[in-house]
């Protein structure tokens, strides 16, 4: 079968090597260069995504915490396991039962990952090990395990295991139209026919159907998050809870600083996506309301933002939750949504609905 994959991302890269691997002809478009877009501006966690446990996707829970130990088993120079805190206060935003029943909830459904238990901290276990937290009505902390990754390189790793493979990688390439009936794919340079087109364009998915006149049953909301990079090496991560929100913020290790994030905020366009001063600010409060080392505006090293595609039925707004959809019309199969996490399963599952 011929394949045209458009979008080099890491959906775009996994599903493919995933199409290679099958022995499957594939040739991939991406307008810029690989992984430069949401893949390499993610918060660098392969995780199952503690809080979605409180919306009931257990199942998306469960799939995210096996595929987190694919990642590392394939490529451990990039990717390694890493605790994280969640500091409980009294009165604060979360119950230190709820969250410990949350923690034992994760643990459960990771059974078999081969990643350590969750467990409870003192206050002075957690004072020594973030020194700069602040105390006051500080109960202790629930400590649990994910993983970090550095996601353009681990992404670019996949994308050379794709060229291994087979598949063709067309940096630069923009595709301007496709025709899910003919399997015409047009480019900015030539036009060729394909088996099945596969559009992982990601923020971009829903610009490609209405620039080639196709409707699709999903709508896409665009949420940007922004982190922002600040100094100061760590050896574990710290989840804040946001005081009068339901989120939460990752203080994280990356490499000899810290990494901030993320926020939520609705952008139309998802070209031009920058951090705005309120989101900067908004990750610099939240932080200075727990630690003492406070940071300044002019601390930050360096921001980044990236493009959230969250997935809405056009009939069912239950299915406003969903992670990911994939939506078949002929010969084109839309991705919609997905974790980085997941996008080995996600991949996996493309080729097989690109089957009959
Ligand atoms: C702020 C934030 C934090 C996140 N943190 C995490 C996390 O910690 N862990 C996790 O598992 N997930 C996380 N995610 C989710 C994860 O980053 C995304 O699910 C994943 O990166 C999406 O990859 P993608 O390939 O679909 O999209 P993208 O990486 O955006 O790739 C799409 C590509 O398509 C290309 N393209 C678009 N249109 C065309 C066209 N017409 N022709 C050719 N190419 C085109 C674009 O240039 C782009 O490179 C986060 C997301 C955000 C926004």
């Keep these: 079968m011929k394949v045209a994959v458009i979008g080099g991302g890491i959906n775009g890269v996994m599903t493919a090597w995933a199409f290679a691997r099958h022995g499957d002809s594939v040739d991939l478009f991406e307008k810029g260069r690989l992984m430069s877009a949401t893949s390499r501006s993610s918060t660098k966690m392969l995780h199952g995504g503690l809080r979605y446990l ?6 998306l829970v469960r799939e995210a915490l096996q595929e987190r130990s694919w990642w590392i088993r394939q490529a451990p120079q ?13 009165n604060g935003e979360r119950a230190k039962w709820l969250v410990g029943a949350g923690i034992r909830l994760y643990d459960l459904l990771a059974t078999g990952s081969g990643f350590p238990r969750g467990r409870w901290y003192g206050a002075d276990e957690v004072v020594e090990r973030f020194p700069h937290l ?6 202790g902390a629930y400590g649990y395990w994910d993983a970090c990754m550095d996601d353009y390189q681990l992404g670019l790793w996949a994308a050379e295991r794709a060229r ?13 139209k496709i025709d899910p009936a003919t399997g015409e794919v047009s480019t900015d340079g030539p036009i060729a026919c394909y088996d099945r087109i596969v559009n992982v364009a990601g ?8 620039r080639s006149g196709v409707t699709s049953a999903y709508r896409l909301d665009l949420i940007r998050g922004s982190h922002v ?58 932080y200075n309301r727990c630690f003492f080392e406070v940071i300044a505006r002019q601390d930050i090293i360096s921001s980044f933002a990236g493009i959230r595609p969250i997935v809405a039925s056009k009939t069912d707004f239950s299915a406003a939750s969903r992670e990911s959809v994939i939506e078949r019309q002929g ?26």
């Design 54 to 59: 409180e919306h009931g996707h257990f199942g």
């Design 78 to 90: 990039l990717a390694s396991p890493l605790e994280l805190l969640i500091p409980i206060y009294r």
């Design 134 to 139: 602040k105390r006051d009505q500080l109960l």
């Design 164 to 176: 291994e493979s087979g598949a063709r990688l067309h940096e630069r390439t923009t595709v301007l």
């Design 203 to 210: 923020p971009w998915a829903e610009k490609l159907l209405a």
């Design 229 to 286: 990079v600040v100094p100061g090496k760590r050896e574990q991560g710290c989840v804040l809870q946001v005081s009068g929100e339901k989120r939460i913020l990752f203080v994280l290790p990356l490499g000899d600083k810290t990494l901030l994030g993320t926020t939520e905020v609705s952008q139309a366009d998802p070209d031009h996506c920058a951090p705005s001063d309120e989101e900067i600010n908004y990750l610099i409060a939240n």
């Design 331 to 356: 010969r084109l199969i839309n991705v919609f949504g997905g974790k980085w996490t997941t996008s080995r399963s996600l991949a996996e599952a493309v080729v097989t609905k690109s089957q009959h």
